[in-house]
């Protein structure tokens, strides 16, 4: 079937059920006749059904709170357009309940990225966008995020040996081999 947007509705009338037999299908709550809980399942394998999960965070009424690390910029310089992009993605997910905040450090200053890494580890965060910069600190501060089951994604700078979710950035290799052509 194509990709829509089904409601438990939809599910209950396309699978004979009652809205409240597919939801305790879906939260497995039990109390369900096995013929029932096969046709309910019956119909999420056709339709390919994923929950949506701002469906769940928005009725959950949970709040996402993001982190960016990053260095202390002036208006105009790159890392006030990389926060122009966050500020934009921010905007478009503020109905989801998602904050964002900065910690800024000082480029060259390997204290003061230590405190800021130092402040994360003592916040109650939900994803951390990283601008690392300097190695053991970074290493140390994934570790935490790992160990606590933190998301968290690098900018600007690829640590290509801890498993970060994503990274946003240039293809150094590729800029590398065009430049070599040119």
């Known amino acids: 079937m ?7 509705k939809d599910i209950a009338r396309m699978a004979g059920v009652s809205a409240g037999t597919v939801d305790r299908v879906l939260h497995n709550r039990g109390d369900v006749s096995p013929k029932s809980k096969a046709k309910v399942q019956k119909v999420l394998d056709e339709i390919h059904y994923q929950p949506n999960v701002f469906a769940i965070g928005l ?7 993001f982190i960016c690390l990053i260095p202390y ?3 105009h310089d790159y890392w006030h357009s990389v926060v122009g992009g966050i500020e934009r993605a921010r905007q478009e997910l503020r109905p989801f309940n998602v904050s964002v905040d900065y910690l800024c450090y000082h480029h060259g200053d390997e204290q003061s990225y230590q405190e800021a890494c ?7 965060v939900d994803a951390v966008l990283i601008a ?8 140390s501060l994934t570790a935490y995020l790992q160990e ?6 690098f900018v600007d700078f690829n640590m290509e040996e801890v498993d970060a979710l994503t990274y946003i950035g240039q293809d150094s290799y590729k800029s590398g081999y065009i ?3 040119i």
């Open 179 to 181: 430049a070599a052509k």
């Open 148 to 153: 606590n089951k933190i998301a968290y994604a």
């Open 132 to 139: 690392p910069n300097f190695r053991e600190e970074t290493l």
């Open 73 to 75: 910029y002036i208006e």
């Open 118 to 124: 130092r402040t994360i580890k003592d916040n109650n």
């Open 2 to 8: 194509e990709d829509q947007n089904y409601t438990i």
């Open 59 to 65: 009725a959950a009424k949970k709040k996402y709170s």
